[in-house]
């Protein structure tokens, strides 16, 4: 009796946290990011990652006073958010050169919240779905 009381509660705890866990994983703007700070970035993509609920890339930008690349991390809306602004899995890949618009993290150094994204090649300019509005 015991041991089924106490799988039991185990149970109802992991249903809990798993219940919890899409609302731990999302945040807000302002929580992240600070519209007081915007920010420009010319690099080259190194990958970009597809996802819930944020699409994800990431470009080399070069430092102002060392000019060695620093990895930036660029957060957009979701994939779906995108594909209506008329984004496809391929409208920006690898090794593509991009500036980005955008608004600092608060916290976290080389992070950034993105407004607009130019294709350099095309001079295309796509809509990032950010949040930065809907604070």
Known sequence: MR???ILLVINAASLLLLAAAPVVAHHSFAAEFDSTKPV????KV??????NPHAYFY???ADEQTGKPINWSVELGGPGALVRLGWTRT????DDIV???GTLAR???NLANARSVVLTATGQKL???SSEGTR
Request: glycine letters at 6%.
């Open 40 to 43: 420009k970035l010319t690099g």
């Open 99 to 101: 500036t980005v618009e």
């Open 59 to 61: 470009l080399d930008v």
């Open 107 to 109: 916290y976290k150094s």
């Open 46 to 51: 190194t990958k970009v990652e597809w996802t």
């Open 127 to 129: 809509g990032a779905a």
């Open 91 to 94: 409208s920006m890949k690898v």
């Open 3 to 5: 041991a089924t009381r």
